[in-house]
C-alpha cells in the first residue's frame, strides 16, 4: 500500500488520479521508481527494445520464470490502481518471499509492459503482445502519437529502449492481479474474481473530409458536412451495441473536429470507435456493419471518409488450471470468488497463446475505472495479493 501511495505521486492529478502516459516523462519517473524497488530486492533487471522492464528472482532450478506482470502506464485521467496494483504486488510477493527465506524450484519474475494503455500510441498492449511476437517490434517502434512523436523515439528519450531482445525472458506461466474495472464484484458482494477470458478488442479510426462552408448561407440540402457524419456514426454505434445485446459494447472516445467553429460547417473530422464483444463472430457483424455504414453516409453527405485500423485483438480463454487454481486458492483462503470474464483489454491476454495465463480481480469501487475516482479498499488489496501469493508458489514449485 505504502508504494501504491508513492507511485501515484508521480503525475499525480487533481482529485486523487494519476496521469502517466507511455513514455512521457512522468511515465520515466515510474518506471526509475518501480526500478529503484526491483534493484532493493535484489531482482536482476533487464529491459528490452520495446522498454518492457523484467526483474527476476532465481530459483532452484534454471529454465524460464513464473512471471508476474502488468503496466505502470496509465491513460491521462487515470487512478492509482489500474496496472499498478499487478506490478507493485508483484514486488510484495517477492519481498514476502525473501522475508520468510523461501525458494522456489522455478524462477519468479515481475514485469511491466510498455503501453498497456494504448491512450498516446496505438494499439493497446504494445509491449506485452511484441514480447509474445503477437506484433512486430519494428512497426510498433514506428508508433506515433498525435504529435507524430515515434515509440522509438520516446524510448530513447526516456532512457528505456533497451538492448535485450523482447521475449528473451521468456514466461513460464502468466498471472496478473489486476482491479476489475467494472460494477460486477461490488454488486455481488464477491471479494474475487477468477478470469476465465477476455472479450475481443477492435480499435477503429475514421477520417472524414468534407467542405467547409458558411453555417448561414449554405442550405442543408448542399452540406458536404464532416461534423454531421461524426455525430452520425457515434448514435449508430451506441443502437448498434444495444441492438446486438449480449457483452457488445461500443464508444466513441474521440472527435476532433475542423475548423472547430460555431458558424463554419465542418470539414474535417477524426473519430476513434472502440467496439468489444466476448464472441468475435458478433465482434466481426459489428465492425461490418458499422464500417458499411460510414461508406454509406459519406456517399449520401459527398464526404470522403477513410479508414485505419488502430488494434484488433481476438478474444483469449486464460489456461483452465491456472482459472482453478485462482479460484481454490481463492476459496481456501475463505474468500468468495466467481470465475467471470474481462471486459478490459490486459498484458496477460498476450501470454495466453504461449504459456499458462490468468487473472485475478478485485472489486472496483462503483465498478469506476480509467478515472481518478478508481478504488479499491486495502482489505480488497490484501485478499487479491494473497492469492496471488498462493498462485504464484504453487507454479513455481511444481514438478515440471
Ligand atoms: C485498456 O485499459 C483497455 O482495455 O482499453
Ligand atoms: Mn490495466
Ligand atoms: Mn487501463
Not at 46 to 69: E, K, S
Not at 77 to 102: I, P, Q, W
Request: include cysteine; charge should be negative.
Amino acid at each position: 500500500m505504502a508504494r501504491l501511495d508513492e507511485l501515484a505521486r508521480v503525475g499525480a492529478i487533481e482529485g486523487g488520479g494519476v496521469c502517466r502516459l507511455a513514455l512521457t516523462d512522468a511515465d520515466k519517473a515510474g518506471r526509475d521508481l518501480v526500478v529503484s524497488w526491483m534493484t532493493e530486492l535484489g531482482l536482476a533487471i533487464t529491459t528490452d527494445r520495446i522498454g518492457n522492464v523484467i526483474g527476476v528472482r532465481p530459483g532452484a532450478q534454471p529454465g524460464p520464470p513464473v512471471m508476474i506482470g502488468s503496466h505502470i502506464d496509465t491513460v491521462a485521467t487515470g487512478g492509482r490502481y489500474d496496472g499498478n496494483l499487478g506490478v507493485l504486488a508483484g514486488l510484495e510477493v517477492v519481498r514476502v518471499l525473501d522475508e520468510h527465506d523461501v525458494a522456489t524450484t522455478h524462477a519468479i519474475a515481475v514485469g511491466f509492459f510498455t503501453n498497456e494503455e494504448g491512450a498516446r500510441f496505438a494499439p493497446d498492449m504494445m509491449g506485452s503482445a511484441v514480447h509474445q511476437g503477437a506484433l512486430a517490434l519494428d512497426d510498433c517502434l514506428a508508433a506515433v502519437d498525435r504529435d507524430g512523436l515515434r515509440v522509438g523515439d520516446e524510448l530513447e528519450r526516456i532512457g528505456y529502449a533497451g538492448d535485450t531482445e523482447c521475449g528473451d525472458v521468456r514466461a513460464r506461466a502468466f498471472v496478473e492481479l489486476h482491479i476489475e474495472q467494472g460494477p460486477v464484484l461490488e454488486r455481488d458482494g464477491i471479494a474475487i474474481g477468477a478470469v476465465d477470458s477476455v472479450q475481443g478488442i477492435s480499435w477503429t479510426e475514421l477520417s472524414v473530409e468534407g467542405v467547409s462552408n458558411h453555417a448561414g448561407t449554405t442550405p442543408m440540402s448542399m452540406r458536404h458536412d464532416a461534423g454531421w457524419v461524426a455525430a452520425e456514426m457515434t448514435t449508430f454505434v451506441r443502437d448498434l451495441a444495444n441492438e446486438l445485446g449480449g457483452s457488445q459494447v461500443a464508444t466513441v472516445g474521440v472527435i476532433d473536429l475542423g475548423p472547430n467553429l460555431i458558424n463554419v460547417v465542418a470539414n474535417r473530422a477524426r473519430m476513434t470507435i472502440d467496439l468489444r464483444n466476448t464472441d468475435d463472430d458478433i465482434l466481426r457483424e459489428a465492425e461490418r456493419r458499422t464500417f458499411a455504414y460510414a461508406d454509406e453516409i459519406a456517399e449520401a453527405e459527398g464526404v470522403s471518409l477513410s479508414r485505419r485500423t488502430l488494434a484488433r485483438f481476438a478474444p483469449v480463454t486464460f489456461c483452465a488450471e491456472v482459472v482453478d487454481m485462482v479460484e481454490a486458492v481463492a476459496t481456501e483462503q475463505g474468500h468468495s470468488v466467481t470465475r467471470m470474464p474481462s471486459g478490459a483489454g490486459h498484458d496477460a491476454q498476450m501470454f495466453a497463446p504461449n504459456c499458462p495465463a490468468g487473472m485475478i480481480f478485485v472489486p472496483s469501487r462503483g465498478g469506476i475505472s480509467h478515472n481518478v475516482n478508481e478504488h479499491t479498499d486495502p482489505d480488497q488489496i490484501e485478499a487479491g495479493a494473497n492469492v496471488l501469493l498462493e498462485v504464484v508458489l504453487r507454479l513455481a514449485t511444481e514438478a515440471n
